[in-house]
């Protein structure tokens, strides 16, 4: 490894904030498990950044997922359409409720789920589409609630990766039914570990507080009426998440700026920076590259690695993974971008020096 730089991780949260103050309240106060003042603070500013009506927090990203499909009232004998191309949680969610993820490819150019192809998949079983903001750039939200709507089907929004992204200048969570959210540590506001079900349908906000909360009753004390979990976010979290929330119009514009940078750095080299569509607002949660041929991927990772730098392969396609590869698909568009992606350094205070010489790195290796 090259000593003669300091090594440039993949992400680190910034919490130069009002973090440290908050969390001390909450311990000056005792106030450390599922209620305290943070936690509605924290809900209150969310739905005020992404302008959905009813906001709930739960402990994590993937639990949101669960929460919102089993509110739409998803289970056994249902299917939900979902990309290929994401993360496993997107997936193994739908499986949580007993329905099965029925898988689609992905556009060549935004590497969002293929509206053309997610009305192919559309079967009887057919109760929802779970879109995923890959990377921070919006998917294709007009066609697919055009589809939603035609088929009298669901349009559930994962948009864990893309807080502060735009779709038509609508920020994503709105047009679906119901929309999530991951506040994990490399996330653009971080709780830690967390997650948020946001969405415009009062029935849909009441059934998913009832669930994360162990389906506790409102109108008898310890009574539970249905099945719940135990899926709620600590005040502590909360007030992590309140003094980032404070801050996200200046991390998204440094995350801007680095996007941006990295582009200017590899105009017209073999890398592929992925962009934005002209009617979106990509929010680059991280920064990532096509490398010229899929063979070279991994090597040109090492080099970065030797040189100091930190990279992530891209997801790996859902529908080659062991317990979900039993009908052979092929995701060609899918497949390619998974094989040639590099997500590179995207922390919001990565400097521009820093960057170019990830993107000199980059050069070097091919």
């Known amino acids: 490894m090259n000593e003669s730089f300091p090594r440039i991780p993949i992400y680190r949260p910034n919490l130069t904030g009002n973090e440290k103050r ?46 919102a499909l089993l509110a739409l009232g998803i289970g056994p004998g249902d299917e939900v ?86 779709f038509n200048d609508i920020h994503v969570g709105n047009v679906g039914d119901i929309a999530t959210y991951s506040f994990y540590g490399n996330k653009t506001v971080t709780t830690g570990e967390g997650g948020m079900v946001a969405t415009n349908d009062a029935a849909l906000a009441s059934r998913a507080i009832h669930l994360k909360g162990q389906g506790l009753a409102n109108n008898r004390e310890y009574w539970h009426d249905v099945i719940g979990y135990n899926y709620r976010m600590t005040n502590i979290c909360a007030a992590i998440g309140l003094a980032q ?26 890398f592929e920076v992925h962009s934005e569509a002209k009617n979106v607002r990509h929010s680059y949660w991280m920064v990532s590259v096509l490398v010229p041929e899929s063979a070279r991927r991994d090597s040109i990772r090492s080099y970065l690695s030797g040189a100091g730098i930190e990279t992530r392969p891209a997801f790996y396609p859902i529908h080659k993974m062991p317990m979900y590869a039993q009908h052979n698909e092929l995701h ?20 521009s020096s820093d960057i170019e010489r990830i993107a000199n790195a980059l050069k070097q290796a091919v």
């Open 22 to 67: 908050y969390v001390d309240d909450c311990l000056a106060s005792s106030w450390i498990s599922s209620k305290g003042a943070y936690i509605e603070k924290f809900e209150t500013a969310f739905s005020q950044f992404t302008s959905n009506r009813h906001c709930i927090s739960v402990c994590n990203g993937t639990v949101a997922l669960h929460v």
């Open 81 to 166: 359409i979902v990309p290929t191309f994401t993360y496993i949680a997107s997936a193994n969610a739908i499986t949580y409720t007993g329905a099965r993820p029925v898988f689609v490819d992905s556009l060549r150019d935004t590497w969002q789920m293929d509206p053309n192809d997610v009305r192919e998949k559309i079967t009887p079983r057919t109760k929802a589409i779970l879109c995923v903001h890959l990377y921070g750039h919006p998917c294709d939200l007009q066609s697919l609630r055009k589809i939603a709507d035609s088929e009298n089907i669901f349009l559930v929004e994962d948009c864990a990766e893309a807080l502060g992204s735009k």
């Open 245 to 270: 929330l404070e801050r996200v119009d200046a991390i998204l514009k440094q995350k801007r700026q680095v996007a941006k940078a990295y582009q200017f750095f590899l105009e017209a080299t073999g």
């Open 332 to 351: 060609r568009v899918a497949e390619d971008i998974s094989e040639r992606g590099i997500n590179l350094p995207s922390f919001p205070d990565l400097e």
